[in-house]
């Protein structure tokens, strides 16, 4: 869709249908649904219109029943008021962010966890060897003030 018109179309049907489904379509089974995009072909006839769904799993079945069965005067109405020759046809699809955010959010708290128990685990850890590996023998260090004194004498 990186048509400005199909863009722009896409943005205005998407109104039209939030406000059609809160104002004129009285159907029981509808419950609290949500538009969240509405993608189109790049020739405009057919649009597909991902919503949400707050609440149970019936809740959504239901929804989607409602929506297939308002599916024709939804698109009448969208030919009407905004003039096309050929109103698109209409694909309601379940938006999955909701799902895959929800995904995410506990995959992050389990990595949350696994992270505290490791820094739990860490707190207590002490070194496998002495605090400083790299001891040196008596020579090593007389050596090294040698070395010291020597370029101290240079300078």
Do not use: C, W
């Amino acid at each position: 869709m990186s048509n400005p018109r199909a863009h722009k179309l896409a943005d205005q049907i998407k109104v039209i249908v939030a406000q059609m489904l809160e104002r004129r379509i009285k159907d029981p089974r509808l419950g609290f649904v949500t538009i969240t995009d509405v993608r189109l072909t790049g020739d405009s006839r057919e649009a597909s219109i991902f919503y949400t769904v707050l609440g149970a799993d019936a809740d959504l079945a239901s929804s989607a029943a409602a929506l297939e069965s308002a599916k024709g005067l939804l698109r009448s109405t969208i030919g009407k008021q905004l003039g096309l020759r050929f109103a698109p046809s209409l694909a309601f699809v379940l938006d999955a962010v909701p799902e895959n955010a929800r995904h995410i959010e506990e995959l992050l708290a389990q990595t949350r966890s696994a992270d505290e128990e490791l820094a739990a685990q860490a707190a207590g850890a002490q070194y496998a060897g002495d605090a400083d590996p790299y001891k040196r023998s008596d020579e090593d260090e007389d050596f090294d003030d040698e070395d010291s004194a020597e370029a101290d004498e240079r300078q």
